[in-house]
């Protein structure tokens, strides 16, 4: 996959060296003008050392970046690109959060300001140390760290712990909870989740319990080790509930008489979402695989549209797929209104989260996107949720 991956991306670039050749010959003749802007806090204050892209369309649909820059003194950049072309400008990612401005078509002798750009500072610097069980240091090993909207670390050249299994962290926001993971092998990786970015010293143990093994193509089959850590949902006192129309208008809660003494997974997603699309048919097989054997499925759909074509939406999906497990309707999608119809849920990451419940009412497991982008996704993914299934549904009183 990786190698056909390149090889499109290899053989994009040959088959575009003449068109770019051609419009690089030709760009003395091309009209110039200029877009120019300002980096800056919310408080007005200018940013400097910003890197700044400007992108452009070099077909349609088909974005590329036409060069870079880092913001000066006062925040300022400023690009010299051609007339008749659509470019947008983005900014921040490694020390500040990350924007993107609107979309400009540039014309005649009309040079463009584009609105401020307003980012967050990275301002939070934190050190620490990571060791083994046996209290070896934890000396040489890849680690990173992510919160919301924080992400710093190149995937593909990750800082290391020292020799002393020291590390820093160097951006992060003062408000956001972060995960710091350490790589104890190729694939395989240890997360801590919610950590507090006020506390500025971290003494870290690594339990081989706690192991997370990835699929061999993690890092280039989507980063899935960015999804999982970004990924914070966490059920308050481990319980959660909710009273929830199904398509029939019967009200629905985990509390029901049908749910007592079995294992369950709560499904949270969307028609629109397509991981969720991906995920249903699973869901469906894994149902009439284990409903004997005491599991129930109930699938609680988020909407964008009002109620009466969400309605209407979710029952074609519901068709669509042959769902032979509890569908239910939550309202719109935004988090908020999902962490108040699912009460005791905390920090909804995004579509689809699975969450899986033991026979005793417990949340035992949260998962957050579904995976099959490729084969070894597919089978690290499926194989995730037999797992947890297994252990909900082993978990008898």
Request: with cysteine; aromatic share 12%.
């Amino acid at each position: 996959m990786f190698k056909s991956t390149i090889t499109t991306l290899f053989l994009s670039v040959i088959l575009s060296t003449s068109v770019f050749q051609v419009s690089i010959a030709a760009s003395s003749e091309i009209e110039k003008v200029h877009i120019r802007g300002v980096v800056r806090t919310k408080d007005g204050l200018p940013l400097k050392d910003i890197k700044v892209v400007c992108f452009y369309f070099m077909g349609p649909d088909f974005p590329g970046s036409l060069s870079q820059q880092i913001t000066d003194d006062n925040g300022r950049y400023d690009f010299e690109v051609s007339v008749g072309q659509t470019y947008w400008i983005a900014a921040g990612g490694r020390k500040s959060t990350f924007i993107e401005s609107k979309k400009y078509i540039t014309q005649s002798k009309a040079d463009i300001t584009i609105e401020d750009l307003i980012v967050r500072p990275y301002s939070v610097k934190i050190s620490g140390n990571v060791i083994f069980e046996d209290g070896k240091p934890a000396a040489n090993l890849a680690y990173g760290y992510i919160s919301e909207t924080c992400s710093p670390i190149d995937p593909e050249n990750p800082p290391r712990t020292n020799s002393k299994g020291e590390f820093t962290i160097d951006y992060l926001l003062p408000d956001e909870l972060y995960s710091f993971w350490v790589f104890t092998d190729t694939n395989v990786f240890r997360v801590w989740k919610r950590l507090d970015p006020n506390i500025p010293k971290l003494q870290l143990t690594l339990k081989q319990s706690d192991y997370i093994e990835l699929p061999e193509d993690w890092l280039y089959g989507g980063h899935t080790n960015h999804a999982i850590a970004r990924s914070m949902g966490y059920a308050e006192n481990s319980i959660i509930d909710f009273k929830l129309p199904d398509l029939n208008g019967k009200t629905i809660s985990l509390s029901d008489e049908m749910f007592k003494n079995k294992a369950v997974i709560v499904n949270i997603t969307g028609t629109w979402c397509g991981g969720c699309i991906q995920e249903a048919p699973y869901l469906v097989k894994f149902y009439d695989k284990y409903k004997n054997k005491g599991l129930e499925i109930i699938s609680i759909s988020f909407e964008r549209d009002s109620k009466e074509e969400a309605l209407r939406l979710v029952r074609n999906f519901k068709n669509k797929n042959k769902i032979n497990y509890t569908m239910l309707y939550g309202g719109i999608t935004d988090k908020k209104n999902v962490e108040s119809v699912i009460t005791g849920l905390k920090l909804f990451h995004g579509y689809p989260t699975t969450i899986y419940i033991g026979r005793d009412g417990k949340v035992q497991f949260i998962h957050s996107g579904f995976y099959i982008n490729t084969d070894s996704h597919k089978k690290w993914q499926l194989d995730l949720m037999e797992s947890h299934i297994n252990e909900i549904l082993a978990d008898v009183k």
